[in-house]
């Protein structure tokens, strides 16, 4: 079947390289905010999270970085390696009672060998 | 993925036949999503639920029923299946915390022939 990731727009980088995915989101009044990554045939996996008080987050590999004043949220990952080819999603969500998470339309990643 | 199943991952059906996905949690969480997903697109919502019985709609529900009957269980329901209902459909699930993201299962591919 066709790939989720055609269409979307590409990153490509070299193994080896760090990598930023960008994201714009849409409500000035969401106060936390998710990067999925998804594997061909695979549902999104959680990656790393962020609430608005904070402007900067670290994982293993990954830092999430958080710009309020321009609804702006990137993603590095360090040392892009070839198992970080993916599909990268950010979502954005309104804390409260049952709130949903709103999903942009999400990035390729390619790691070239 | 764990504590979410989806059944049956992979389905072709004809046009006009009613069609139910199951998502099923051992997880006792509370908040249940399905979501279409679709090349060049994110993931957008079709219906939650917020508990037993209670089920809401998405921005893409026209086509589509819920029912909630155990914790456990969310189901999809395409009264009448169209082409452009041919997808890749998510089952999410969700705790009841302020900062917590959604795991989600591993997919059904929806072919209406």
């Known amino acids: 079947g066709e790939s989720v990731g055609l269409h979307l727009p590409t990153l490509s980088v070299q193994e080896g390289d760090n990598s930023i995915i960008n994201c714009a989101y849409s409500?000035?009044?969401?106060?936390?905010f998710i990067w999925y990554k998804q594997e061909s045939g695979k549902g999104p996996q959680f990656i790393i999270d962020?609430?608005?008080?904070?402007d900067k987050r670290q994982g293993q590999r990954v830092t999430v970085l958080l710009n309020k004043t321009v609804k702006h949220l990137s993603l590095q990952i360090a040392a892009t390696q070839p198992g970080d080819s993916a599909v990268y999603f950010c979502?954005?969500?309104?804390?409260?009672?049952?709130?949903?998470?709103?999903f942009g339309k999400g990035i390729t990643l390619s790691v070239r060998p | 993925d764990a504590g979410i199943t989806q059944s049956p991952r992979h389905k072709v059906t004809e046009t006009g036949t009613p069609v139910t996905l199951r998502c099923h949690q051992t997880?006792?969480?509370?908040?249940m999503y399905w979501y279409r997903q679709d090349p060049g697109h994110g993931l957008r919502l079709i219906h939650y639920?917020?508990?037993?019985?209670?089920?809401d709609k998405g921005e893409v529900s026209d086509g589509y029923s819920v029912s909630r009957s155990k914790t456990e269980d969310f189901l999809l329901t395409l009264e009448s299946a169209t082409s452009s209902q041919t997808s890749v459909y998510f089952c999410?699930?969700?705790?009841?915390?302020?900062?917590?993201?959604?795991?989600f299962g591993s997919g059904t591919r929806l072919t209406v022939v």
């Open positions: 999410a699930i969700k705790g009841t915390a302020l900062y917590h993201g959604y795991t």
């Open positions: 639920s917020y508990g037993v019985k209670d089920t």
């Open positions: 409500n000035s009044a969401s106060d936390y």
């Open positions: 997880e006792n969480h509370r908040y």
């Open positions: 962020i609430r608005s008080n904070m």
């Open positions: 979502a954005e969500n309104m804390t409260g009672a049952n709130s949903k998470l709103t």
